[in-house]
């Protein structure tokens, strides 16, 4: 099965993939400027998420396969690569595994290291949106509300909400699977993997996600790396500060 994406444009082909619960409408505005610069943006949705497929199987190594299956299918070659957290991670392994196929690397606030378990609150509240008596998404971000107090991250959250059919809503990620699965979203780059081309890395000052810890780390599998931090951005870097987040890829890029 061939992933869901919206393609922008015209050009050397920019394939940018989300984060966890996230999806690929999250980056159309992004998207639609990379490709005033002469990209062709592929906005693709992993597996689970958004409009792509489902499936009971869930790790790095389906991302990075689903990914090749949609390289292959859709012809492209040296292709910039750009990952948001959990999507940074599948750009990691990628590039690692298929070196050939990436001209450029980016990832997003995430190190290649191991993360502990730390959306347990988030899913909690998502299974707690009984679509039987919520018929809006106030009501759903009520419930919500109770489990995650940033409204900010409630709103990135219930961006999943859609009409299942004519008044019934229903969430575009495959909860049950992401529940289950969710260790294998703060799994680490293996150690062997390593990837000698040209490697952006962008961290939000107010993230924690990429530490001076991590500078060694990110080295060692990305010698060519470089690490840019973007002012006044949490962990949603690109949300919170697209003006300089935009700036600092297309100066990579171009």
């Given at each position: 099965?061939?992933?869901?994406?919206?393609?922008?444009?015209?050009?050397?082909?920019?394939?940018?993939?989300?984060?966890?619960?996230?999806?690929?409408?999250?980056?159309?505005?992004?998207?639609?400027?990379?490709?005033?610069?002469?990209?062709?943006?592929?906005?693709?949705?992993?597996?689970?998420?958004?409009?792509?497929?489902?499936?009971?199987?869930?790790?790095?190594?389906?991302?990075?396969?689903?990914?090749?299956?949609?390289?292959?299918?859709?012809?492209?070659?040296?292709?910039?690569?750009?990952?948001?957290?959990?999507?940074?991670?599948?750009?990691?392994?990628?590039?690692?595994?298929?070196?050939?196929?990436?001209?450029?690397?980016?990832?997003a606030d995430i190190s290649p290291r191991f993360y502990p378990i730390h959306h347990d609150l988030i899913l909690e509240g998502l299974s707690a949106l009984n679509f039987d008596e919520i018929q809006s998404r106030g009501g759903a971000d009520s419930v919500l509300s109770h489990y995650v107090s940033d409204y900010g991250t409630r709103q990135f959250l219930l961006k999943n909400l859609y009409w299942e059919e004519k008044g019934r809503l229903g969430l575009r990620i495959n909860l049950?699977?992401?529940?289950?699965?969710?260790?294998?979203?703060?799994?680490?780059?293996?150690?062997?993997?390593?990837?000698?081309?040209?490697?952006?890395?962008?961290?939000?000052?107010?993230?924690?996600?990429?530490?001076?810890?991590?500078?060694?780390?990110?080295?060692?599998?990305?010698?060519?790396?470089?690490?840019?931090?973007?002012?006044?951005?949490?962990?949603?870097?690109?949300?919170?500060?697209?003006?300089?987040?935009?700036?600092?890829?297309?100066?990579?890029?171009?």
């Amino acid at each position: 099965m061939i992933l869901h994406s919206n393609i922008i444009g015209e050009g050397k082909p920019l394939v940018i993939l989300h984060g966890f619960l996230g999806m690929s409408d999250n980056w159309k505005t992004l998207g639609k400027q990379f490709s005033d610069f002469g990209f062709q943006v592929h906005l693709v949705d992993q597996r689970n998420h958004g409009r792509s497929f489902w499936s009971n199987e869930f790790n790095y190594e389906c991302l990075v396969e689903d990914l090749k299956v949609y390289c292959n299918h859709y012809q492209l070659e040296d292709i910039i690569l750009l990952g948001h957290s959990m999507g940074g991670k599948t750009a990691m392994l990628f590039s690692t595994l298929y070196p050939e196929l990436v001209s450029k690397l980016l990832v997003a606030d995430i190190s290649p290291r191991f993360y502990p378990i730390h959306h347990d609150l988030i899913l909690e509240g998502l299974s707690a949106l009984n679509f039987d008596e919520i018929q809006s998404r106030g009501g759903a971000d009520s419930v919500l509300s109770h489990y995650v107090s940033d409204y900010g991250t409630r709103q990135f959250l219930l961006k999943n909400l859609y009409w299942e059919e004519k008044g019934r809503l229903g969430l575009r990620i495959n909860l049950e699977v992401l529940k289950q699965e969710v260790g294998e979203v703060g799994e680490a780059l293996p150690a062997f993997a390593t990837f000698d081309k040209s490697v952006l890395f962008l961290r939000g000052d107010r993230s924690e996600y990429i530490g001076i810890d991590d500078e060694n780390i990110i080295l060692n599998h990305f010698p060519q790396a470089k690490i840019v931090t973007i002012a006044n951005a949490g962990h949603w870097l690109h949300a919170e500060n697209p003006k300089d987040f935009f700036e600092a890829v297309i100066k990579f890029v171009l």
